[in-house]
């Protein structure tokens, strides 16, 4: 039958033997030999080939499909192989499965082409087993001796013996009484043995590593699909997908495939909030969806408002018995002590992400000791790896829901002295490396770091790394700084707090950072208010009336320097005093306010030289050729500005340096001498560009256009 319908499809559409095969991508003689009724037996997906290059469709392509199948079979019962067992043991199939097509179609090359070995791993809850599922059936018509599936944890924390498991398989496979051996080998031995003809598809469901694995794999035709926690690298020829959340577009889809798409789109952005604090994490965002689709007078915002309470999300995300933290607290128990309350410390922490180094502090111990933590952290899949930070780092993270179950990890087992101690030693680190950093800038200065507080870093990699690319690790550790600081602030940790930002300020301005380095001022502001340290509020004062120059209202500005000023003379602090006093200066001479902004940066010229701050003294000095060109002395502006350099020359700022010859390239123009103007302008653009700071460069190639376009003489 198969024959001639072949044949008459194939004449129906004017197609050559010759046409037909290189269309199906198989020989031109196989396809005769069908015809003929000769040779072996077509492949199952020569017959799919066949009818999509027939293109057939609808009761004609089912037609020519069971035909072949029928064939098929015909020929393996004149064969000398075993006759097929037909198991099917895969779990039903996932009627909204949503998403992973890139997944899917490698699953399927893999386990139906080559090298048919492949494991699925993953964090607890990302959907390693739906994958596995839905992978399976899809592939089912390509394992016509059956499919095997075996659960390799036995209990909620005890994993599978691989001799139980083989013993369960062969019996699956018509293995009974004495013809079962007893040992692991034997066992091992006869299970190749009964699939090594066969066509058939054995899936390993949650294995605990390698070695439960490699007992199980079968030789000869079958292919295996694995899901680990583990990716499992170490199998010969495993092809490993490491599963990452759901994108957002595929959860909502979920959402909508269980809850009603009526329902979600009405209310989109709730529905967005609601996967988003779900962590895109299939298992969450399927409890969420359950629990919306039972109680049909919740408004998707109403539960999306009860799910943004942190410390109450893991509550929500539980419906029946289904719920987010069983898989966590399992992963949690297999932990080592040490590792156990590293999770904890780094749940309670709550920065972003991280590089390896905190770990050790946190635990208080040796660098190896806390890489060797985190590595079980890695292991256990509650610690993620997200690549390599601007500073080349490797860096690390916890899912949003992992973080929250691990801070009630270290609520539960870390009373709060241990936790301040832990905070204390990282944020100190933090800081240690922060001062390296900043040491290493070449960049204005606002010196708000308070040195006398102590802070140490053992870690020569990590000392290696701030010093040799401070740029890029204050990049790397923007937001983590902002959360420590914060973290400090509510802890009491004023000091540590208000160094944190102190040192960070440097490189926020260097950046244009201008809401970073209010993040980090305010609550270090506040802490010092709170604890009563006055010298610490007339810093945090002064960083954020420097910053509110940017960002804010001049008024704003000057109140919180003016503020600044009056602290520090009240503690005696005359850096400080002489510090802000060129900021105050600085601000009036915007604000058109040239006789109290000249005073003001006069004095603090005569300060600032008295407390040894020479390259601030500079910049003051360009701020008065700025008062100068604002009242028409162009004169006086390029005597201000030449002191200026001269000053920063002396004291080796090349910062300073670049800064004045900008001064000086405005006060030459002022004066109407463009050429000289241009050169002290490409000067400063040339100095801006050494030292990375972008926005000084184009500041100064804008003055050095402005020089070029009014020079007569080009």
């Not at 077509?42 to 009818?51: K, M």
């Not at 598809?201 to 926690?229: F, I, K, M, N």
């Not at 109680?295 to 309470?309: D, G, I, K």
Request: proline letters at 4%; one cysteine or more; hydrophobic letters at 45%.
């Amino acid at each position: 039958m198969f024959s001639a319908l072949l044949r008459r499809h194939r004449l129906a559409r004017r197609l050559t033997q010759e046409a037909l095969a290189e269309r199906a991508g198989v020989s031109s003689r196989s396809i005769g030999e069908i015809e003929r009724g000769r040779g072996r037996s077509p492949r199952p997906q020569t017959v799919e080939r066949l009818a999509a290059a027939l293109e057939l469709t609808g009761d004609e392509r089912a037609e020519f499909v069971a035909a072949g199948r029928a064939l098929i079979w015909e020929a393996r019962r004149d064969e000398r192989e075993p006759d097929p067992i037909g198991a099917c043991q895969l779990p039903a199939d996932l009627p909204d499965f949503v998403g992973r097509d890139e997944e899917l179609s490698t699953l399927e090359r893999v386990l139906t082409d080559g090298p048919r070995l492949a494991v699925v791993s993953g964090p607890p809850g990302v959907g390693k087993t739906a994958l596995a599922v839905h992978a399976g059936h899809r592939i089912a018509e390509r394992f016509p001796d059956g499919q095997l599936c075996v659960a390799l944890r036995a209990g909620a924390e005890v994993s599978a013996d691989p001799g139980e498991v083989l013993g369960d398989m062969l019996r699956a496979l018509g293995v009974e009484g004495s013809a079962l051996p007893s040992g692991l080998d034997a066992r091992a031995a006869l299970f190749r043995t009964r699939l090594s003809a066969r066509r058939i598809l054995l899936v390993l469901d949650d294995a605990a590593g390698h070695r439960q694995v490699e007992a199980l794999l079968p030789a000869g035709r079958a292919a295996v699909l694995v899901t680990s926690r583990l990716p499992l690298t170490g199998l010969p020829g495993a092809v490993n997908i490491d599963l990452g959340p759901l994108d957002t577009s595929a959860a909502i889809e979920l959402l909508c495939r269980v809850v009603g798409r009526p329902r979600v789109k009405a209310q989109h952005t709730a529905s967005a909030e609601v996967v988003a604090a779900c962590g895109g994490l299939p298992l969450a965002v399927r409890i969420a969806a359950a629990k919306l689709a039972a109680r049909p007078n919740w408004t998707v915002s109403e539960f999306a408002e009860r799910l943004a309470n942190e410390r109450r999300r893991l509550d929500e995300l539980s419906y029946g018995d289904l719920a987010v933290r069983p898989g966590l607290q399992l992963a949690y128990r297999g932990l080592s002590p040490s590792a156990a309350r590293a999770f904890g410390l780094l749940g309670g922490l709550g920065v972003p992400s991280f590089a390896a180094w905190p770990v050790a502090l946190l635990l208080d111990t040796d660098p190896a000791t806390g890489r060797a933590a985190l590595e079980e952290l890695l292991d256990a899949r509650l610690v993620e790896g997200c690549g390599r930070d601007q500073a080349g780092q490797a860096r690390y993270r916890l899912h949003d829901v992992t973080r929250l179950f691990a801070r009630e990890c270290r609520d539960a087992a870390i009373g709060h002295a241990e936790w301040e101690a832990a905070l204390a030693r990282v944020a100190g680190g933090w800081l240690a490396l922060g001062r390296l950093a900043r040491d290493h800038l070449t960049a204005d200065s606002y010196h708000l770091d308070d040195k006398t507080i102590a802070a140490a870093m053992a870690d020569w990699s990590a000392i290696a790394t701030a010093t040799g690319r401070p740029v890029g690790w204050f990049e790397a550790e923007r937001e983590s700084l902002g959360v420590l600081v914060s973290a400090c602030a509510e802890a009491g940790l004023a000091g540590l707090a208000r160094s944190l930002a102190g040192c960070s300020t440097d490189f926020f301005a260097l950046r244009a950072y201008y809401m970073d380095w209010r993040r980090v001022t305010e609550p270090a502001l506040e802490a010092c208010r709170r604890t009563g340290d006055r010298r610490g509020e007339a810093a945090m004062r002064h960083g954020l009336g420097s910053c509110l120059i940017e960002i804010g209202t001049r008024d704003e500005s000057l109140s919180s320097l003016r503020a600044a000023r009056d602290l520090a003379e009240e503690v005696a602090d005359p850096a400080r005093t002489a510090l802000v006093r060129r900021e105050i200066g600085f601000v009036l001479s915007l604000t058109g306010q040239l006789d109290e902004a000249e005073a003001e940066l006069r004095t603090a010229v005569r300060e600032l030289d008295a407390v040894g701050l020479h390259a601030t003294r500079a910049i003051a000095l360009t701020s008065l050729a700025f008062v100068s060109r604002e009242r028409g002395q162009s004169t006086e502006a390029v005597k201000f500005s030449r002191a200026a350099l001269a000053v920063a020359r002396s004291c080796g700022s090349v910062f300073a340096e670049a800064f004045a010859s900008r001064s000086l390239a405005g006060s030459l123009m002022a004066m109407g001498r463009p050429r000289e103007a241009e050169r002290a302008a490409r000067k400063a653009a040339t100095l801006f560009e050494r030292i990375g700071d972008p926005i000084g460069a184009g500041q100064s190639r804008r003055a050095l256009g402005e020089a070029i376009a009014r020079d007569p003489a080009r």
